[in-house]
């Protein structure tokens, strides 16, 4: 089945930036997403970038996709303490027909230091 | 736009007791979604709903859990008998379409003792 792999744990100083990495094994994805998830909360999605794309930017946030790696990351500029939270890969493959299910990595804890 | 509302937010209950949740989509929002998000690790999908429809439910412990959507809004996920490992939280979400972004609730945190 597929499966979506994420480094644990990440610190950062407050102002600098911030590089998630992700790595999946579905070929046939089609959707990529970062959502965040802050202590005692649901998911707030961030971002997505679709398939056919290499790079999608939106403000501090920007995603970088290499389909032949299977590599996704998000980079946050100027990371800020209010940044400090869990974040998810996810995939999604709406080609294999009746379903979009979501296949999320385990999460990367984003600490932000002063 | 409202959310996605669920409740209760929180349940503590004794193994092989039942316990029940609920949700309420974004109004408009054809396709509904139960997860289960157990500490340290990602959601996984338990089931998708399309309108009334089951699309997807392969991984939903059907000897135990169960789910509806009879009138194709709001949907109630049950579990009966509960077990300890069944502790999680319980995300629900929504989308447009089956093909459209999800947009998640709070979700419901159960603790089973």
């Known amino acids: 089945g597929e499966d979506v792999e994420q480094s644990l744990f990440l610190s950062v100083r407050e102002g600098d930036s911030s590089v998630i990495n992700c790595t999946y094994t579905d070929s046939s994805s089609t959707y990529l997403y970062w959502y965040k998830q802050e202590p005692g909360a649901g998911l707030q999605l961030l971002t997505y970038?679709?398939?056919?794309?290499d790079m999608k930017q939106d403000q501090r946030l920007t995603v970088l996709l290499n389909k032949k790696d299977k590599h996704l990351s998000l980079r946050i500029a100027d990371t800020q303490t209010g940044d400090s939270a869990i974040y998810f890969c996810?995939?999604?493959?709406?080609?294999?027909?009746?379903?979009?299910?979501?296949?999320f990595g385990t999460g990367t804890q984003l600490k932000v230091e002063l | 736009e409202a959310g996605v509302a669920q409740s209760p937010r929180y349940k503590i209950i004794e193994k092989r007791q039942s316990v029940a949740f609920w949700c309420n989509p974004i109004s408009g929002h054809a396709t509904l979604y139960w997860y289960q998000q157990i500490l340290g690790q990602g959601p996984k999908l338990l089931i998708q709903f399309q309108n009334n429809g089951v699309v997807d439910d392969s991984q939903l412990p059907k000897d135990r859990f169960s789910a509806e959507r009879l009138k194709g809004v709001d949907s109630t996920l049950k579990i009966q008998p509960a077990k300890l490992e069944d502790s999680a939280v319980y995300l629900c979400?929504?989308?447009?379409?089956?093909?459209?972004?999800?947009?998640f609730g709070p979700g419901t945190r159960l603790l089973v003792l």
């Open positions: 970038i679709f398939s056919n794309m």
């Open positions: 979400a929504s989308s447009l379409g089956d093909q459209e972004t999800q947009y």
């Open positions: 996810a995939e999604t493959n709406i080609l294999t027909g009746g379903g979009n299910k979501l296949t």
